[in-house]
């Protein structure tokens, strides 16, 4: 079993933050796909779609998206639960999983899109939807930091991969885009003190 | 129990298929955006981001997101299975329902918004972001289609999540923006064809 891995992709990094809170490791296979390593056709065959990352059998089975990847992870190790036990927690982490993916995940990777030096070129920038993006990221910062009141974690009392998720968009916020956690906002600034401190924030 | 419902949205839509295709009724409770109703202070208590649909307990405990309200059912009630069972098929079903996901419903949604009169004045609407849109789903769909080569459904041999979530982004497609699965998509025209006449189409 290996990962074909992007190091410096958000959804990569959600994968191994995962394995590192299970206490597990896989072999990672970096793909560089500045160089195109991604659309050889023998990556093609593996994951018609070209992205990483990617979790490989040794039979030549691929799972795509990290989400799905985290969720065979959790079926086959599941202590500690990173995605909940029962229907109604399963349910409530995987909408707490999903806002964090639709509010911050995607809007952060957008703007990197529609305005970094290294997607000039292999995709059609609109920097007007960056803008737009900015805004909605900020406002969504506002709207975590009231959700989070009272809790220590962003499902509620325990981390769970929806903090994985929403760690990985900050980090990227931060390191690509220079959109940082306002100074004001306690609950999100004292959430992100907690999970940057964990062992598996350098995954 | 009940569901707060948006009756033309393609998120609550899929809702709707998924217990249809258990044999399970839960009250509707429709939602009117255009007035306003998911803002009401009443509603944000509910929901904060002011989406639907919303699954609500009669105990107010209440849980967003289309797909985690689908995995709330599926967990009480897991016949027929339409997320998978056993570690490797649930994360490939989810692997393809989150495909079908970001490949279409969230483009096409975007079209939607960036387009129509309806949000003229209540969004930031980029025709360009359309126009872009509009290509990538039309590249897709011939993906798509040579991804159903041999299946009857996207996921595989059965019916599951992941066609529900490509077939409410198609209906959406046609009745929207008169976006059609071009006539030679052989495989994805079969597959419509099959997802379509099933009883549950209609809910």
Same mark, same amino acid.
């Given at each position: 079993m290996r &990962?074909?891995? !992007?190091?410096?992709?958000?959804?990569? +990094?959600?994968? +191994? &933050?995962?394995?590192?809170?299970?206490? !597990?490791?896989i072999p990672m296979v970096p793909v560089n796909m500045m160089r195109g390593e991604n659309q050889t056709e023998d990556y093609l065959?593996?994951? /018609?779609?070209?992205?990483?990352?990617?979790?490989? $059998?040794?039979d030549g089975t691929t799972i795509s998206e990290s989400i799905a990847i985290c969720r065979y992870i959790e079926g086959?190790?599941?202590?500690?639960?990173l995605m909940g036990?029962?229907?109604?927690? /399963?349910?409530? &982490?995987?909408? #707490?999983?999903? +806002?964090?993916? $639709?509010? $911050?995940?995607?809007?952060? @990777?957008?703007i990197f899109r529609h305005t970094a030096e290294m997607w000039k070129g292999r995709f059609v920038q &609109?920097?007007? %939807?960056?803008?737009?993006?900015?805004?909605? %990221?900020?406002? +969504?910062?506002e #709207?975590?930091?009231?959700?989070?009141?009272?809790?220590?974690f962003i499902a509620g009392g325990d981390y769970t991969v929806a903090d994985i998720t929403a760690q990985c968009a900050f980090v990227m916020a931060k390191a690509a885009?220079? @959109?940082? @956690?306002?100074?004001? !906002?306690?609950?999100?600034?004292? #959430? #992100?003190?907690? %999970?940057? /401190?964990r062992p598996s924030a350098r995954a």
């Open positions: &990962i074909y891995d !992007l190091p410096a992709s958000p959804n990569a +990094r959600r994968v +191994r &933050i995962f394995l590192a809170e299970k206490g !597990l490791e065959k593996k994951n /018609s779609l070209g992205r990483m990352p990617l979790l490989e $059998f040794d086959t190790h599941p202590s500690p639960a036990s029962g229907a109604l927690e /399963s349910a409530t &982490i995987d909408m #707490w999983q999903r +806002r964090m993916e $639709f509010e $911050f995940i995607l809007p952060i @990777i957008s &609109i920097p007007e %939807v960056a803008e737009q993006e900015r805004i909605a %990221v900020k406002a +969504r910062m #709207w975590l930091n009231k959700e989070l009141d009272g809790k220590q885009l220079d @959109i940082r @956690i306002p100074e004001d !906002l306690e609950n999100l600034n004292g #959430w #992100w003190a907690r %999970v940057t /401190s």
